[in-house]
C-alpha cells in the first residue's frame, strides 16, 4: 500500500505543476486518464524532477491504462476527426529566398542586429534549468504563469487554498521579483546546466506573412553571430515560425541547425531527439525533396549517432549539390573530427564563401581558423597567421564571441609567447556571457594550466589541467600535466561527469573509433544510471564491434533508464530479430507500443521483424501503418519494397523503392534494392548494369558490390559472385555478412578439398569476427554435413544451440547428423525441440519421420510425413516416402493415395513406380505390379537395383 505521507509534484509538458499529491492520488489520476505518462514527477518538497514513467509504482499503472485503451480502440472504430483543412499557399518571407541557403536578399541587417544587442529585454531572458518548462510562449498576449500549481482534491478544498495563497500572494511576487532581479544581475548560466530543445507544436499560431518575415529576418541576424545565447534566441523565433504553419522550407532548415549547435548543451535524451524527429517529420511532409529536408536529415543521424551515415548521406549530396551551405559545413565538421583537416578547412571555406551575404555567418570562419591552427608543416606559420586574421575578424564582427577569444588566446600564447595577453583572452573566452563547446572548453583549460606552469604556480596550472581532464580524458596534454605536476595519484583522482564522458564517446565514433566510443559510453551510464542515451550508444558501438550479446545487454539496460526511448526499443526488437529470437523482439515493441501507441517508429520495428521472419505479407501490413502514420520515412518504404520483393509483387516493390530514391536519392541501400527490383522485373542484366554504373561512380561504397555479387549468385554465377564478396571483405575486413556469403558461394561452387579449407577458414575468420553470433557456426556444420563429417557436424550444432539455442534448423540439422550416426533417439529430441521453435515448418516432422522409419515405427512414420505435408507444399520425394511407411504398416490404400498425390506433382519420377509395383504386389495385382516395375526400368534404365526388379518381374509374369 502506498505511504500516504510521501507527497508529489507533478509537471506536465506545458510545464504545469500539479500537486503535493499523495501517491494514491497520483495513481488514481493514472487510472482517469489525466497522466498519460509524458510528465515529470518530483518528492515534495525538494526532490529531483524524473520522468513519471521512471518510478516504478507509476509506471505499471501507466502501462496498465494504456494496455486497455489499445484494446478498446481495436474493438470500437475511431471517428474520424473533423481537421480544417490545410493552408497551402505559399508563403513569401519577404525577398526571394535565396536557392543556395543564404539568407533572402534585401533583409534589414541593422535593423535584425540592433534587436540582437537590445535582447537582453527580450523574449529569451532569463537562465534554463532542468526545471524550466519544455516549451514556452514569447508573445506577451499569451503570457502563462508556468509554475502555475494545482491541487487535483475537492472544490471546497480548492476554494480554501485559494484564500491562503491569496493572503500570501503580495509577498511571494516580491520575492520572486527579487530573486530574478539577482540572478539577472549576478549569475551567469552555469556551464553544467541542460538545456531543452524547444519543440515545436502541431497548435497553429496566428502569423500573417509580414511577421514571418521579420522573424526569420531576425533569426537570421542572431544565427550568424554564431554563440550559444544567440543560437537560443534564433530557436526561439524558427520555432514560432515553424508553429504559424509556413511551407517555405527554409525556417526549418535553419531550425534544424540551430538545433544542431545547441545539441551538445541539450539533455540529448528521448525527448530531445523526438523533438528534432518532428521538425524532420514536418519538412518532409512539405517536401521531402528540398534542401530543407536533407539538412534535417543529416541533423537527426548527428543526433542519434548514425554518423557514418550522416557523413555519406552529405559527401553524395555535395557531388549533385556543392552550392549547399549547411551541408558544406556539416561535413567540414564530420572530416574535422576525423583529423582530416586539411580537407575540412576546404568545405568551411565553401560554406563561408557561399553564405556570402553581409554580415557573414560566422560559424564557418571560426571552424575554418580551427583548421589552419590544427594543420602542421611547413606553412604552419602562415596558416597561423590565416586563423589569427580570422579570429580578429569575428570578434570585430561579435565582441562577445568566447570561442574566438579562446582560440586567439591559444595563438598570442603558443605561437606568440603573449603569455599575458593569452591569458586575458582565454579567461575573458571562459567568463565571458556565452557557453563554450567542450572541446573549445578543454583547450582552454589547458593553454591556463600551461600559462600557470610558465609563471610556476604549480597549483593553479595542476587545478586547470585537471578540470580539462574531467572534461575530455583522452587529451593527451592535461593527462601528461597532471602527472608532471601532481602525479599518477592525482591523475587517478580526477573525476570525469557522464556529460563529459559522453562528449568524448562523441568524439571517438566521429573519428570511427567505436572501441575507444563504448569504454566512454559505458563510463558515462555508470556515473549516471538514467542516461538511457549513454547506455544506446554503447550498445551501438558494441553491436558495431560485433559484439551482439554486450549489445543487447546494454539496450536493455537504456529502455531501464528512459522508457520513453523509443529509438532504443526499436533498436533492440532490431537486434533481437538479426538473432532470430523473434518472440523478444515482439515482446519489446508490444511493452513501448503501449507507451507510445502512435510512433510510425514502432510499427516499422514490427514490420522489419516481420521481414526477417519471412513473414512478407505481415511486413507489408505493418509497413503499411507505418507510411500512414509517416508517409515520407524512407526506411519504412525500404522494408516495403523488399516484403513485396518476398511475395514476388515487384511491381508493387517498384513503386515503393522509387519513392524511397525520390526521397533521398542519397540512400545506398536504397539503390540497391532498386537494382535488385528491376532485375526481378525486367531481367538480370538490368540490374547488373544499373550496380555497374554506381559501382563505376562509387568504387569505395562496397554495398554495391555486395548488391551485384547477390544478383550473380542467384544467377547461379558463382565465379563472378565469388569474385565480388573478395572485394568487398577486401574493402572492409569486418563485414561479416560479406564473409559468410563468400564461404557459401565457395562451399557451392566446388566441392573439392581446396574449396572445402577454403570455405572453413572464412567460416572461422567470420566467427572471430563475433564469437556470440552463431551463423558462421552453423554454415561451418552444414559444411560437415554435406561431405559426411556427421560427428563435426553435430558438434557445430550443438556449439550453435549452446550460443543461441532459439536458431532456425539448428536443431533440425543436428537431429540430420545424429540420424546419420544411428543416435535415433537424440534425432527424436532434436525434432521436438525444433517443432516447440518452428513449429509451423515442416522440417522437424520429416525428421522425426526418417527417425521413425530407422525404428521400424511405420505407422509412427506415416504421421510424421503427414503432418509435414500440411504444412509445406513438399516434392514428390516425401510422399514415395510416406507412401512406403503406409505400406510397411499394412495400410495399403492410402499408401496408393499418397503415391498417385506424387505422380500428380512428378510423373517421370522412377521411385514413385518402384514403390507403387511393391504395393500392388502385397495386394495380389501382379500385372499392375508388372507394369510398375517395367515403367520403373524404363525411366531408370541404370537402377542400381535394375537385376532385382527384372528376377520380380520374371516371378510375377509365371
Same mark, same amino acid.
Given at each position: 500500500?502506498?505511504?500516504?505521507?510521501?507527497?508529489?509534484?507533478?509537471?506536465?509538458?506545458?510545464?504545469?505543476?500539479?500537486?503535493?499529491?499523495?501517491?494514491?492520488?497520483?495513481?488514481?489520476?493514472?487510472?482517469?486518464?489525466?497522466?498519460?505518462?509524458?510528465?515529470?514527477?518530483?518528492?515534495?518538497?525538494?526532490?529531483?524532477?524524473?520522468?513519471?514513467?521512471?518510478?516504478?509504482?507509476?509506471?505499471?499503472?501507466?502501462?496498465?491504462?494504456?494496455?486497455?485503451?489499445?484494446?478498446?480502440?481495436?474493438?470500437?472504430?475511431?471517428?474520424?476527426?473533423?481537421?480544417?483543412?490545410?493552408?497551402?499557399?505559399?508563403?513569401?518571407?519577404?525577398?526571394?529566398?535565396?536557392?543556395?541557403?543564404?539568407?533572402?536578399?534585401?533583409?534589414?541587417?541593422?535593423?535584425?542586429?540592433?534587436?540582437?544587442?537590445?535582447?537582453?529585454?527580450?523574449?529569451?531572458?532569463?537562465?534554463?534549468?532542468?526545471?524550466?518548462?519544455?516549451?514556452?510562449?514569447?508573445?506577451?498576449?499569451?503570457?502563462?504563469?508556468?509554475?502555475?500549481?494545482?491541487?487535483?482534491?475537492?472544490?471546497?478544498?480548492?476554494?480554501?487554498?485559494?484564500?491562503?495563497?491569496?493572503?500570501?500572494?503580495?509577498?511571494?511576487?516580491?520575492?520572486?521579483?527579487?530573486?530574478?532581479?539577482?540572478?539577472?544581475?549576478?549569475?551567469?548560466?552555469?556551464?553544467?546546466?541542460?538545456?531543452?530543445?524547444?519543440?515545436?507544436?502541431?497548435?497553429?499560431?496566428?502569423?500573417?506573412?509580414?511577421?514571418?518575415?521579420?522573424?526569420?529576418?531576425?533569426?537570421?541576424?542572431?544565427?550568424?553571430?554564431?554563440?550559444?545565447?544567440?543560437?537560443?534566441?534564433?530557436?526561439?523565433?524558427?520555432?514560432?515560425?515553424?508553429?504559424?504553419?509556413?511551407?517555405?522550407?527554409?525556417?526549418?532548415?535553419?531550425?534544424?541547425?540551430?538545433?544542431?549547435?545547441?545539441?551538445?548543451?541539450?539533455?540529448?535524451?528521448?525527448?530531445?531527439?523526438?523533438?528534432?524527429?518532428?521538425?524532420?517529420?514536418?519538412?518532409?511532409?512539405?517536401?521531402?525533396?528540398?534542401?530543407?529536408?536533407?539538412?534535417?536529415?543529416?541533423?537527426?543521424?548527428?543526433?542519434?549517432?548514425?554518423?557514418?551515415?550522416?557523413?555519406?548521406?552529405?559527401?553524395?549530396?555535395?557531388?549533385?549539390?556543392?552550392?549547399?551551405?549547411?551541408?558544406?559545413?556539416?561535413?567540414?565538421?564530420?572530416?574535422?573530427?576525423?583529423?582530416?583537416?586539411?580537407?575540412?578547412?576546404?568545405?568551411?571555406?565553401?560554406?563561408?564563401?557561399?553564405?556570402?551575404?553581409?554580415?557573414?555567418?560566422?560559424?564557418?570562419?571560426?571552424?575554418?581558423?580551427?583548421?589552419?591552427?590544427?594543420?602542421?608543416?611547413?606553412?604552419?606559420?602562415?596558416?597561423?597567421?590565416?586563423?589569427?586574421?580570422?579570429?580578429?575578424?569575428?570578434?570585430?564582427?561579435?565582441?562577445?564571441?568566447?570561442?574566438?577569444?579562446?582560440?586567439?588566446?591559444?595563438?598570442?600564447?603558443?605561437?606568440?609567447?603573449?603569455?599575458?595577453?593569452?591569458?586575458?583572452?582565454?579567461?575573458?573566452?571562459?567568463?565571458?556571457?556565452?557557453?563554450?563547446?567542450?572541446?573549445?572548453?578543454?583547450?582552454?583549460?589547458?593553454?591556463?594550466?600551461?600559462?600557470?606552469?610558465?609563471?610556476?604556480?604549480?597549483?593553479?596550472?595542476?587545478?586547470?589541467?585537471?578540470?580539462?581532464?574531467?572534461?575530455?580524458?583522452?587529451?593527451?596534454?592535461?593527462?601528461?600535466?597532471?602527472?608532471?605536476?601532481?602525479?599518477?595519484?592525482?591523475?587517478?583522482?580526477?573525476?570525469?561527469?557522464?556529460?563529459?564522458?559522453?562528449?568524448?564517446?562523441?568524439?571517438?565514433?566521429?573519428?570511427?573509433?567505436?572501441?575507444?566510443?563504448?569504454?566512454?559510453?559505458?563510463?558515462?551510464?555508470?556515473?549516471?544510471?538514467?542516461?538511457?542515451?549513454?547506455?544506446?550508444?554503447?550498445?551501438?558501438?558494441?553491436?558495431?564491434?560485433?559484439?551482439?550479446?554486450?549489445?543487447?545487454?546494454?539496450?536493455?539496460?537504456?529502455?531501464?533508464?528512459?522508457?520513453?526511448?523509443?529509438?532504443?526499443?526499436?533498436?533492440?526488437?532490431?537486434?533481437?530479430?538479426?538473432?532470430?529470437?523473434?518472440?523478444?523482439?515482439?515482446?519489446?515493441?508490444?511493452?513501448?507500443?503501449?507507451?507510445?501507441?502512435?510512433?510510425?517508429?514502432?510499427?516499422?520495428?514490427?514490420?522489419?521483424?516481420?521481414?526477417?521472419?519471412?513473414?512478407?505479407?505481415?511486413?507489408?501490413?505493418?509497413?503499411?501503418?507505418?507510411?500512414?502514420?509517416?508517409?515520407?520515412?524512407?526506411?519504412?518504404?525500404?522494408?516495403?519494397?523488399?516484403?513485396?520483393?518476398?511475395?514476388?509483387? +515487384?511491381?508493387? /516493390? *517498384? &513503386?515503393?523503392?522509387? @519513392?524511397? $530514391? %525520390?526521397?533521398?536519392?542519397?540512400?545506398?541501400? #536504397? !539503390?540497391?534494392?532498386?537494382?535488385?527490383?528491376?532485375?526481378?522485373?525486367?531481367?538480370?542484366?538490368?540490374?547488373?548494369?544499373?550496380?555497374?554504373?554506381?559501382?563505376?561512380?562509387?568504387?569505395?561504397?562496397?554495398?554495391?558490390?555486395?548488391?551485384?555479387?547477390?544478383?550473380?549468385?542467384?544467377?547461379?554465377?558463382?565465379?563472378?559472385?565469388?569474385?565480388?564478396?573478395?572485394?568487398?571483405?577486401?574493402?572492409?575486413?569486418?563485414?561479416?555478412?560479406?564473409?559468410?556469403?563468400?564461404?557459401?558461394?565457395?562451399?557451392?561452387?566446388?566441392?573439392?578439398?581446396?574449396?572445402?579449407?577454403?570455405?572453413?577458414?572464412?567460416?572461422?575468420?567470420?566467427?572471430?569476427?563475433?564469437?556470440?553470433?552463431?551463423?558462421?557456426?552453423?554454415?561451418?556444420?552444414?559444411?560437415?554435413?554435406?561431405?559426411?563429417? +556427421?560427428?563435426? /557436424? *553435430? &558438434?557445430?550444432?550443438? @556449439?550453435? $544451440? %549452446?550460443?543461441?539455442?532459439?536458431?532456425?534448423? #539448428? !536443431?533440425?540439422?543436428?537431429?540430420?547428423?545424429?540420424?546419420?550416426?544411428?543416435?535415433?533417439?537424440?534425432?527424436?529430441?532434436?525434432?521436438?525441440?525444433?517443432?516447440?521453435?518452428?513449429?509451423?515448418?515442416?522440417?522437424?516432422?520429416?525428421?522425426?519421420?526418417?527417425?521413425?522409419?530407422?525404428?521400424?515405427?511405420?505407422?509412427?512414420?506415416?504421421?510424421?510425413?503427414?503432418?509435414?505435408?500440411?504444412?509445406?507444399?513438399?516434392?514428390?520425394?516425401?510422399?514415395?516416402?510416406?507412401?512406403?511407411?503406409?505400406?510397411?504398416?499394412?495400410?495399403?490404400?492410402?499408401?496408393?493415395?499418397?503415391?498417385?498425390?506424387?505422380?500428380?506433382?512428378?510423373?517421370?519420377?522412377?521411385?514413385?513406380?518402384?514403390?507403387?509395383?511393391?504395393?500392388?504386389?502385397?495386394?495380389?495385382?501382379?500385372?499392375?505390379?508388372?507394369?510398375?516395375?517395367? &515403367?520403373?526400368?524404363?525411366?531408370?534404365?541404370?537402377?542400381?537395383?535394375?537385376?532385382?526388379?527384372?528376377?520380380?518381374?520374371?516371378?510375377?509374369?509365371?
Amino acid at each position: 500500500m502506498a505511504d500516504k505521507k510521501i507527497r508529489w509534484l507533478v509537471r506536465d509538458p506545458d510545464g504545469k505543476i500539479y500537486g503535493p499529491l499523495s501517491t494514491e492520488r497520483v495513481l488514481q489520476q493514472i487510472s482517469a486518464g489525466f497522466f498519460r505518462g509524458e510528465e515529470d514527477v518530483s518528492l515534495y518538497p525538494n526532490g529531483k524532477w524524473i520522468s513519471i514513467s521512471v518510478e516504478p509504482q507509476f509506471y505499471d499503472q501507466l502501462l496498465d491504462v494504456l494496455d486497455s485503451e489499445i484494446k478498446s480502440k481495436s474493438k470500437q472504430p475511431e471517428k474520424p476527426k473533423d481537421t480544417p483543412k490545410e493552408d497551402v499557399k505559399e508563403i513569401k518571407l519577404g525577398p526571394e529566398v535565396s536557392k543556395t541557403g543564404e539568407p533572402p536578399a534585401g533583409f534589414e541587417r541593422g535593423k535584425a542586429h540592433a534587436e540582437v544587442q537590445d535582447h537582453q529585454a527580450d523574449t529569451y531572458g532569463g537562465v534554463e534549468t532542468d526545471e524550466v518548462v519544455s516549451r514556452m510562449d514569447y508573445e506577451e498576449s499569451e503570457a502563462e504563469d508556468d509554475e502555475e500549481v494545482i491541487e487535483l482534491t475537492d472544490v471546497h478544498q480548492i476554494e480554501k487554498r485559494e484564500k491562503v495563497k491569496a493572503s500570501r500572494l503580495p509577498l511571494l511576487v516580491f520575492a520572486v521579483l527579487c530573486i530574478a532581479i539577482i540572478s539577472l544581475l549576478f549569475i551567469k548560466e552555469d556551464d553544467s546546466v541542460k538545456i531543452r530543445l524547444l519543440p515545436t507544436s502541431d497548435k497553429k499560431r496566428d502569423m500573417n506573412n509580414q511577421q514571418v518575415a521579420v522573424k526569420f529576418q531576425k533569426a537570421i541576424g542572431f544565427f550568424e553571430l554564431d554563440t550559444h545565447n544567440n543560437y537560443k534566441r534564433a530557436q526561439s523565433e524558427l520555432v514560432q515560425i515553424v508553429d504559424s504553419q509556413t511551407r517555405v522550407p527554409d525556417p526549418y532548415e535553419l531550425l534544424c541547425m540551430t538545433y544542431h549547435y545547441l545539441w551538445p548543451f541539450s539533455y540529448q535524451d528521448s525527448k530531445d531527439i523526438n523533438t528534432i524527429k518532428t521538425v524532420v517529420k514536418k519538412i518532409k511532409l512539405i517536401n521531402p525533396t528540398s534542401r530543407a529536408a536533407v539538412v534535417c536529415t543529416i541533423v537527426e543521424l548527428l543526433a542519434v549517432g548514425r554518423y557514418q551515415e550522416a557523413s555519406g548521406l552529405s559527401s553524395n549530396t555535395l557531388r549533385s549539390f556543392p552550392q549547399y551551405v549547411f551541408v558544406n559545413q556539416i561535413y567540414g565538421e564530420l572530416l574535422a573530427a576525423r583529423k582530416q583537416y586539411e580537407t575540412a578547412k576546404y568545405y568551411f571555406n565553401q560554406a563561408k564563401v557561399l553564405w556570402n551575404k553581409k554580415p557573414p555567418w560566422l560559424g564557418p570562419k571560426v571552424h575554418e581558423a580551427r583548421m589552419y591552427t590544427k594543420i602542421k608543416g611547413p606553412d604552419e606559420q602562415q596558416y597561423m597567421s590565416y586563423a589569427y586574421r580570422l579570429y580578429r575578424e569575428v570578434l570585430k564582427a561579435n565582441n562577445n564571441h568566447s570561442v574566438a577569444k579562446v582560440e586567439l588566446g591559444k595563438i598570442e600564447f603558443d605561437y606568440f609567447k603573449h603569455v599575458d595577453k593569452g591569458l586575458s583572452l582565454v579567461k575573458d573566452g571562459l567568463n565571458g556571457v556565452e557557453r563554450l563547446p567542450k572541446s573549445i572548453e578543454v583547450d582552454a583549460f589547458v593553454t591556463l594550466a600551461k600559462i600557470h606552469k610558465r609563471r610556476n604556480e604549480r597549483q593553479i596550472a595542476l587545478e586547470y589541467a585537471q578540470r580539462a581532464f574531467s572534461i575530455n580524458s583522452s587529451n593527451r596534454e592535461s593527462k601528461d600535466l597532471i602527472v608532471e605536476l601532481g602525479g599518477m595519484e592525482k591523475l587517478r583522482n580526477t573525476k570525469m561527469k557522464d556529460r563529459e564522458l559522453l562528449y568524448v564517446g562523441d568524439q571517438f565514433v566521429k573519428a570511427g573509433d567505436c572501441f575507444a566510443a563504448q569504454a566512454e559510453f559505458k563510463a558515462a551510464f555508470e556515473v549516471d544510471s538514467t542516461n538511457g542515451i549513454a547506455a544506446m550508444k554503447a550498445a551501438k558501438c558494441l553491436w558495431e564491434l560485433n559484439q551482439s550479446e554486450e549489445a543487447i545487454v546494454w539496450l536493455k539496460k537504456a529502455v531501464q533508464a528512459d522508457p520513453k526511448l523509443t529509438t532504443a526499443y526499436v533498436l533492440l526488437a532490431d537486434y533481437f530479430s538479426q538473432r532470430f529470437d523473434y518472440l523478444n523482439a515482439v515482446k519489446v515493441l508490444k511493452k513501448i507500443r503501449r507507451i507510445n501507441p502512435r510512433s510510425y517508429e514502432v510499427y516499422r520495428g514490427y514490420a522489419l521483424v516481420q521481414l526477417r521472419r519471412r513473414n512478407f505479407k505481415g511486413a507489408v501490413v505493418s509497413g503499411s501503418k507505418a507510411l500512414q502514420l509517416y508517409e515520407t520515412d524512407v526506411d519504412t518504404l525500404l522494408i516495403l519494397a523488399r516484403a513485396y520483393m518476398g511475395v514476388e509483387e +515487384y511491381n508493387d /516493390a *517498384l &513503386k515503393m523503392i522509387s @519513392r524511397a $530514391i %525520390e526521397l533521398d536519392n542519397n540512400n545506398v541501400d #536504397a !539503390h540497391c534494392i532498386y537494382a535488385k527490383v528491376i532485375a526481378g522485373l525486367r531481367g538480370p542484366s538490368r540490374g547488373i548494369d544499373y550496380l555497374r554504373n554506381k559501382i563505376n561512380d562509387y568504387p569505395k561504397i562496397s554495398a554495391y558490390r555486395e548488391a551485384l555479387g547477390d544478383i550473380y549468385r542467384t544467377e547461379e554465377n558463382f565465379r563472378m559472385a565469388s569474385d565480388l564478396y573478395n572485394q568487398v571483405v577486401q574493402l572492409e575486413p569486418n563485414n561479416k555478412k560479406a564473409f559468410l556469403k563468400l564461404g557459401e558461394i565457395i562451399q557451392q561452387e566446388s566441392q573439392s578439398r581446396s574449396s572445402i579449407n577454403r570455405a572453413l577458414e572464412i567460416y572461422l575468420r567470420a566467427a572471430a569476427l563475433d564469437p556470440s553470433d552463431a551463423n558462421p557456426i552453423f554454415l561451418t556444420g552444414k559444411l560437415y554435413l554435406d561431405i559426411r563429417k +556427421y560427428g563435426l /557436424a *553435430l &558438434k557445430q550444432f550443438r @556449439r550453435v $544451440i %549452446e550460443i543461441n539455442p532459439r536458431f532456425p534448423l #539448428a !536443431h533440425f540439422y543436428a537431429g540430420q547428423a545424429a540420424l546419420e550416426l544411428q543416435q535415433y533417439p537424440e534425432a527424436l529430441e532434436y525434432s521436438k525441440a525444433e517443432r516447440n521453435i518452428n513449429p509451423g515448418l515442416a522440417e522437424s516432422y520429416l525428421l522425426a519421420a526418417d527417425a521413425y522409419f530407422r525404428l521400424k515405427q511405420f505407422q509412427n512414420c506415416a504421421e510424421e510425413y503427414q503432418k509435414a505435408t500440411s504444412r509445406s507444399q513438399l516434392g514428390s520425394m516425401v510422399y514415395v516416402k510416406l507412401g512406403r511407411c503406409y505400406r510397411l504398416a499394412g495400410a495399403l490404400d492410402s499408401a496408393v493415395s499418397s503415391l498417385k498425390l506424387a505422380s500428380v506433382q512428378e510423373s517421370g519420377n522412377p521411385l514413385i513406380y518402384l514403390e507403387f509395383g511393391k504395393v500392388y504386389e502385397m495386394q495380389g495385382s501382379n500385372d499392375a505390379a508388372i507394369e510398375a516395375f517395367e &515403367k520403373y526400368l524404363a525411366l531408370a534404365p541404370n537402377a542400381p537395383d535394375k537385376s532385382r526388379v527384372t528376377a520380380k518381374i520374371r516371378a510375377l509374369a509365371n
